[in-house]
């Protein structure tokens, strides 16, 4: 039968979450930091390529026609960097992150968190190496998706991690680790660029070899961490699972967590084709919410900032040591608006921030749209004070993203899966988001080119749409068990339509259980 049984993912039947236990140890902190590194991967790639693709020696030499466009002063300020193998430097790792985390999915459910973090770290090890040596275009493109395929592992490993180790009071804050890693890779990628930028002919080589760094301390770290005993309990490793589960909480009474643990992982060895088991009807709110979550963010637009920052302030009109010195602002207020988001996401909870956050960033784009249509046209460069404007508007846009869909839009997947889908839910979230990110990488230069200043206004138009999403479709998920999430679908004025009911839950899952191919 499809998914590998007749039932989709009933989860945990009881809740039992007044009677967890535990705190918030000092080892759960130290680990959860460790395994959020891998974050900084995907953060220090992002920020990492807008500044290289706008550095002159970089372009001439691997794209020599796009570096004569950008000389000629009379090129059209919005198409001087279109070029698609430019775009192709950019996107390439999106689309291996996309094929990996499907790869990863297997690897991460049967062989544990671990395995996949270590994969991620090695592969982006290779990457960082060929791309810091490349002599051509094709070792540059191959070192790319090498890079790729240490995002594709690592984006599929590192959440699922963060989320089942974290207490339930906290797995929001600690989730977002991750999304802070991921910041703090952009800033800092940004301010590597702004110092390599002066080192002439072998700068871009500095930038893209210190990927490196990130990519060893992720490796290091996954060969010391502890893998998660939710992860261990479904391995067969009972007692290893509730011993590292007694670690992490600091307490022996653990009885009611470790229960749900181990009803989890009974069902989930019933299911033998999870990506399929993935398509039952039950499992549509989770579906949905892999496919939407991801999709919504990389739409808001972020990523075009983030990516092409350092170009798209040149081509309004930026000289480009401002250019990079502007991107450099926009990451240090991602960095910093993620701890925002830290400090809030356990109190205020998950909607609030999502649509508190959209509606900052609809504001901002519509704005400025309204200066760059206004003042900013053919061979025209923005004045000082609205340069300052737009620079301003755009950090509050990054603001507002940084509060809201950047964590959440990583955090909300993560903790919403039973366990017998969750790796395979992951991989559909980061493949998700790989393919968007890939499809924006490619098409943006051309967009600009085409749109104008009118990307403002299609992204906007995007952000308003997941804003209403979030409103109808998205439940609540603060201080719900991640075992027992299934049973938060259960309570959704739409989603309970889909999912099977507590009585019939209850009295036919051993039922179903037997019935499982």
């Given amino acids: 039968m499809a998914g590998g049984g007749s039932v989709g993912s009933v989860g945990v039947t009881k809740e039992r979450a007044a009677q967890y236990q535990g705190k918030a140890t000092v080892y759960v902190f130290v680990t959860c930091i460790v395994a959020a590194v891998g974050g900084s991967l995907f953060g220090y790639d992002i920020g990492i390529s807008g500044g290289v693709t706008s550095m002159d020696e970089f372009l001439e030499k691997f794209f020599h026609r796009v570096y004569v466009k950008k000389q000629r002063a009379h090129e059209n300020n919005y198409c001087k960097y279109n070029d698609q193998g430019l775009a192709a430097f950019t996107s390439s790792l999106y689309l291996a992150g996309l094929v990996a985390s499907l790869v990863a999915s297997p690897v991460t459910r049967n062989y544990g968190r671990r395995v996949s973090i270590i994969c991620g770290g090695v592969s982006f090890l290779v990457g960082a190496g060929l791309n810091a040596a490349a002599f051509n275009l094709p070792m540059l493109l191959l070192g790319r998706i090498m890079l790729g395929v240490g995002i594709g592992f690592g984006n599929q490993a590192v959440p699922v991690y963060l989320s089942e180790m974290a207490p339930t009071h906290l797995r929001g804050s600690l989730n977002i680790m991750f999304q802070l890693a991921t910041t703090l890779g952009i800033f800092t990628a940004n301010m590597v660029n702004y110092g390599t930028q002066k080192l002439d002919s072998w700068g871009w080589r500095l930038s893209l070899g210190l990927a490196a760094v990130p990519a060893f301390v992720m490796t290091v770290g ?239 138009g995007w952000i308003t749409v997941m804003t209403l999403f979030v409103c109808l479709f998205v439940p609540e998920t603060k201080g719900v068990p991640i075992e027992e999430m299934t049973l938060l679908w259960k309570k959704h004025w739409f989603w309970k339509r889909t999912v099977p009911p507590y009585s019939e839950v209850d009295g036919n899952i051993h039922k179903k259980n037997s019935s499982v191919d």
């Fill in 222 to 460: 996954g060969l010391l961490l502890s893998e998660t005993p939710n992860s261990l309990i479904q391995q067969g490793l009972i007692d290893k699972g509730r011993e590292v589960l007694i670690k992490i909480r600091g307490t022996n009474n653990v009885d009611a967590e470790f229960q749900d643990m181990i009803d989890a992982s009974e069902l989930g060895k019933s299911i033998k084709h999870p990506f399929r088991n993935m398509l039952k009807r039950s499992n549509r709110p989770e579906l949905a919410m892999a496919i939407f979550m991801p999709t919504f963010q990389i739409l808001t637009g972020i990523n075009s900032i983030l990516f092409y920052a350092p170009v798209l302030f040149h081509s309004m009109g930026f000289g480009a040591n401002a250019s990079l010195y502007s991107a450099a602002v926009t990451g240090a207020v991602l960095a910093g608006s993620t701890f925002i988001s830290i400090a809030t996401v356990d109190r205020l909870g998950r909607r609030v921030l999502l649509i508190s956050g959209g509606i900052l960033m609809i504001v901002c784009q519509v704005i400025v749209a309204i200066i760059l249509g206004l003042k900013f046209g053919e061979n025209q460069s923005l004045t000082k004070g609205y340069s300052t404007l737009v620079v301003v508007l755009i950090c509050l846009f990054v603001l507002g993203f940084g509060c809201s869909w950047g964590p959440l839009g990583w955090t909300v997947p993560s903790e919403i899966f039973a366990l017998e889908t969750r790796s395979a839910g992951q991989s559909i979230t980061v493949a998700v988001n790989l393919l968007f990110t890939f499809i924006i990488a490619q098409s943006f230069l051309a967009l600009l080119c085409a749109f104008k200043f009118g990307i403002f206004l299609f992204f906007a």
